[in-house]
């Protein structure tokens, strides 16, 4: 609005010409007006200065034509050279005022200007492609960014409405019905199209389109739009719908294969002859969480320190189903009549169970085993041996086995060795009793894994013969395993003498390992053997040496069980020049110094099931082979179990 700044040159004309005026103005001969002139000084300083000169000159023009009237009529004056006088100045504030608006309207079309630049360089700088149509859907403007997606210039975009052609066709259809619903009810539009892009590919592009309406009557007066490049969103939001379909398919495969599944354990669920029971420990799971949180460790001595909460937990602890098998068992002709009762009802020690299943969700085992006496219906009383599995649902399922024949067995056995006993014939009985008892449980229990692995495996939709093979050939050592035992007991109860002969004793260990690899995994432990290659050979019997390994081995990972942290189990077989060191360690908690002395004695247990008898007959086994079976424990942490047998050249030579 200032205007642009009067140059010396102007100035000095004005003033020129302001004096000349002056000179002519103040000169008493001339009886005229001459002080209008003074117009064209103004018209002059208004061209080319700025609203302080036209001010300045104004002034200068007026105090000049006031003068001149002074030095001329100042003693005479009359009315008529006043009017004149009044006129000119009217004149000169007039001049000045058309003047400074004219310099405010060259102000306002310069800011306008600038701002319509501003307007465009805005327009064509966003990264989106802007239009503005007319009420009818004419395009009259597009920015540059319509020449650079579609390679068109927007003023042959615009003179030939050449936007639909961009338009992919299979998109233009229901676009065109969108616009022409629009320019009816002037309603927004948004919608995705796919624009062809200078390169010939098409993208998928979002075009939006608002109407600007007069404020006085409410009808259109144009469109403006606009549409934003969203072709990598479309393209995910395709790859979600794909990835969500495949994920819905696979998601009816897998319940299709569960309900296949949940066929296959219901048809093994109702084998006749297996008895099977399934519990719920799910409402037990918060408790825990919330012991773990605590920081508990001990589950044990916790629950027995807080007995309320052990029975609140068992209380929450149901049985959800039994099949036909195990109601035959224990004298129940209706299955739901067995599932009400507690399930800490039905065994003697049936809290003691339940503890231990407690204990394996808690510190996440996979199952436990072990021996125990059912309670049937009238009190009748069965031995099972039982193995609980843990399933991901929270569920737990038992397995039963019937030891009622096995202990008619073991009677006649206890009667026959009575003929030999010399004394303390009560004793003799009950150790050779138990000696079988321990002796098969645990074989007895792997052949029932790995026949139910083996099954699952054959079973499944696509069996896996390699698993199979591998189960069967363990099932196969196995029972060999069993074999023999029956075999070196009838050979001791009839006073023969056993099969010693040389084998190669880390071929003894290592197969030992592969068929305990599986119980040992599923007590959260890994087995590590350590053999030297190369040691005396040793002349022993192999399969009681076998049961002496799969003895300290199996002890050992049952007393990692409650372990956190790492859980590891070392066989080493050494070379101490005149024999072999044989040993078993493991990292569990280890043993308490007031029981070290007592675990070779008969009967003596550290556990709720175990019969006090296999680390005897260990320790029996090895000295009948030369050795003594030691125990200690370990400063980093557990308890180690080692024997150290002799060479077979050094038998020989004492012999």
């Known amino acids: 609005m200032e205007g642009a700044k009067l140059t010396p040159g102007v100035g000095i004309i004005a003033a020129g010409l302001a004096a000349a005026i002056f000179v002519v103005d103040s000169n008493a001969a001339l009886n005229a007006s001459v002080a209008i002139i003074y117009i064209c000084v103004l018209g002059l300083v208004g061209l080319r200065g700025a609203r302080r000169d036209i001010l300045i000159a104004t002034s200068g023009c007026a105090a000049l034509s006031i003068l001149a009237w002074g030095l001329v009529h100042g003693g005479t004056s009359d009315l008529p050279s006043i009017l004149r006088l009044g006129f000119v100045l009217v004149a000169l504030a007039l001049t000045a005022a058309l003047l400074i608006n004219r310099l405010k309207l060259q102000a306002m079309r310069l800011e306008l200007e600038d701002s319509r630049t501003e307007l465009t360089t805005f327009a064509d700088s966003v990264p989106q492609l802007l239009w503005r149509s007319t009420p009818d859907g004419r395009w009259d403007f597009l920015n540059r960014r319509f020449t650079e997606i579609t390679g068109v210039e927007r003023e042959e975009g615009i003179a030939r409405q050449t936007w639909r052609e961009c338009v992919h066709p299979d998109d233009m259809g229901p676009l065109r019905e969108k616009l022409i619903r629009s320019l009816e009810t002037g309603e927004d539009v948004s919608h995705q199209v796919r624009l062809r892009h200078k390169d010939g590919s098409y993208r998928w592009m979002s075009m939006a ?97 807080h007995p309320d909460l052990f029975q609140h937990c068992l209380g929450l602890i149901k049985t959800t189903r039994v099949n036909e098998a195990l109601a035959r068992l224990m004298g129940y002709e209706n299955l739901a009549e067995l599932a009400a009762n507690p399930p800490a009802e039905n065994a003697e020690d049936g809290p003691e169970v339940l503890l231990r299943q407690l204990e394996m969700a808690f510190y996440g085992s996979e199952y436990i085993d072990g021996r125990t006496v059912l309670i049937g219906k009238d009190g009748q009383r069965i031995t099972v041996f039982f193995t609980v599995i843990r399933l991901e649902s929270g569920l737990h ?45 645990q074989p007895i229990s792997s052949i029932t894994m790995d026949v139910q692995t083996t099954l699952r495996w054959l079973r499944s939709d696509q069996p896996d013969l390699a698993s199979a093979i591998r189960g069967l050939e363990r099932l196969t050592r196995t029972v060999e395993r069993v074999r023999t035992i029956v075999q070196r007991t009838r050979e ?102 007031d029981q070290l002395t007592r675990l070779f004695e008969p009967f003596f247990t550290t556990k709720a099931t175990g019969m006090g008898m296999g680390l005897q007959v260990c320790r029996n086994a090895v000295e009948s082979m030369g050795g003594t079976l030691n125990v200690h424990n370990r400063e980093e942490g557990g308890a180690i179990f080692a024997f150290i047998l002799p060479a077979a050249e050094a038998i020989q030579t004492a012999a």
């Open 397 to 441: 399922l038992s397995s039963h086995l019937n030891l009622t024949e096995q202990e008619g067995i073991a009677e006649l056995r206890r009667a026959a060795q009575d003929e030999l006993a010399r004394a303390n014939r009560i004793a003799t009985i009950g150790a050779y009793s138990a000696t079988i008892a321990h002796e098969l449980n």
């Open 209 to 305: 389109r608002r109407a600007v309406r007069s404020p006085q009557t409410g009808e259109i007066l144009r469109f403006y739009g606009g549409s934003t490049d969203i072709h990598e969103e479309v393209l995910a939001q395709q790859k979600i719908h794909e990835l969500m379909a495949q994920l819905e398919q696979r998601v009816e495969e897998r319940t299709e294969e569960l309900t296949r599944t949940e066929a296959r354990y219901t048809s093994l669920f109702d084998v006749g002859n297996i008895s099977f029971a399934e519990m719920d420990f799910r409402a037990t799971k918060p408790i825990l969480d919330q012991l773990r949180d605590e920081g508990v460790t001990d589950l044990r001595a916790h629950m027995n320190a």
């Open 492 to 593: 001791s109860v009839t006073a023969h003498r056993r099969k010693v002969s040389e084998f190669d004793l880390c071929a003894l260990v290592t197969e030992t390992c592969d068929l305990l690899d599986g119980e040992v995994r599923r007590a959260g432990a890994t087995l590590e053997l350590q053999c030297d290659s190369d040691f005396p050979p040793i002349e022993a019997d192999p399969i009681e040496l076998q049961q002496v390994l799969v003895n300290l081995t199996t002890n050992a990972a049952e007393a990692m069980i409650a372990t956190p942290g790492s859980r590891r189990i070392v066989v080493s077989v050494r070379n101490m020049g005149g024999g072999v060191s044989v040993s078993v360690a493991d990292t569990g908690p280890g043993i308490p110094q």
